[in-house]
């Protein structure tokens, strides 16, 4: 059982174009943190994020986090092929325990 | 400074067999957590390791145990594989008090 549901679970887009990820719960966390997993790999940290309404940007990368840290966004500004891969959110409490969210699987088409 | 370091890397059970993953954590981290990646998922959490003993676990069943040595690496122990352990393992490091995870590249497991 995932505490935390990713929409949408596909995405194939043409590159240049923009897209929003979803990561929803009913449960508040006390961070969040988004990862990008390639296969055969472990996923990579893209950005934690602890408050409530925390924006944070990362070169073409937006996140947000929920007011009520329940929530949060992904979005990715002119998607290039290496943005390729799952795109993973993890809601974590005390003591460095996270919880996985479903995926959102991502392909940019030259 | 290297990385988390899991071996093996593949591995090939018979139901009802035992098995042992070992990770190694990144240098500097005492924290040591384990994740099973079934395909298609995200990670579910599985227990962490923390002064070589269990700070947390997830919805596993007790054939599911690890250890921690004192220099923090970690052994997943499971017992009476079944069909559906088939997964990525995957094991991530930590520094207690601070949200940063490293994970290794994992051991694919295949239980036939």
């Known amino acids: 059982t995932q505490l935390l549901e990713q929409s949408p679970q596909f995405l194939s887009i043409q590159e240049g174009e923009n897209l929003t990820v979803y990561c929803n719960s009913s449960s508040v966390f006390s961070s969040l943190q988004w990862y990008r997993q390639e296969p055969g790999e472990g996923p990579v940290l893209l950005v934690t994020v602890v408050t409530g309404g925390e924006v944070k940007k990362l070169k073409r990368l937006t996140f947000q986090f929920g007011d009520a840290r329940k929530d949060s966004s992904l979005h990715i500004t002119a998607a290039q092929p290496g943005d390729t891969g799952l795109y993973l959110c993890?809601?974590?409490?005390?003591?460095?325990?996270?919880?996985f969210g479903t995926g959102t699987s991502l392909t940019v088409i030259p | 400074e290297t990385g988390v370091t899991q071996s093996p890397t593949h591995l090939i059970k018979t139901r009802g067999q035992q098995v042992t993953l070992r990770c190694s954590s990144q240098s500097g981290h005492n924290t040591v957590s384990w994740y099973q990646q079934a395909l298609g998922q995200g990670p579910q959490f599985i227990f962490q390791?923390?002064?070589?003993?269990?700070?947390g676990r997830g919805n596993f069943p007790p054939r599911f145990s690890g250890l921690q040595f004192p220099n923090y690496s970690s052994e997943l122990n499971v017992n009476a594989l079944e069909l559906d352990d088939s997964a990525l393992y995957l094991c991530?490091?930590?520094?207690?008090?601070?949200?940063?995870?490293?994970f290794g590249s994992g051991t694919r497991l295949t239980v036939v």
């Open positions: 991530a490091s930590s520094l207690a008090g601070t949200v940063l995870s490293t």
């Open positions: 993890a809601g974590g409490y005390t003591g460095n325990q996270f919880y």
């Open positions: 390791y923390y002064r070589e003993e269990e700070n």
